[in-house]
């Protein structure tokens, strides 16, 4: 069992940047291969936004995901934002066959 837990959401004017957290619950972070950021938008379906898996990652642009094994943590680090990124984001690790989500964090970019 892998408990996630997001913050760093808030209310940002467009152009502005945020870093989003994701801390983990669980020893042997490290070992976690994959990680990921998604969002949801009202009335829209969940969209991947990035992903980093055997050292590599993937993401949309201006954002980025990063990782600290030391602190449990997986960020997201969000640049040049725009109205449209705004949305409900939320992390997922898959670990033993599982997937784990966050109960995600709201990010509203203001025009």
């Known amino acids: 069992q892998v408990q996630l837990v997001e913050s760093g959401g808030g209310l940002v004017q467009t152009g502005g940047s945020l870093r989003l957290s994701c801390a983990a619950s669980?020893?042997?972070?490290?070992?976690?291969?994959?990680m990921g950021w998604y969002r949801q938008a009202p009335g829209k379906q969940r969209e991947l936004v990035a992903t980093?898996?055997n050292g590599g990652s993937t993401n949309i642009a201006r954002f980025t995901i990063s990782r600290d094994n030391a602190k449990n943590t997986v960020y997201l680090q969000m640049n040049s934002l725009k109205p449209e990124d705004t949305a409900v984001y939320y992390c997922?690790?898959?670990?033993?066959?599982?997937?784990?989500w966050g109960r995600g964090t709201q990010v509203t970019v203001s025009s």
């Open positions: 997922t690790v898959r670990t033993n066959g599982h997937d784990y």
């Open positions: 669980r020893p042997n972070f490290s070992t976690i291969n994959f």
């Open positions: 980093t898996m």
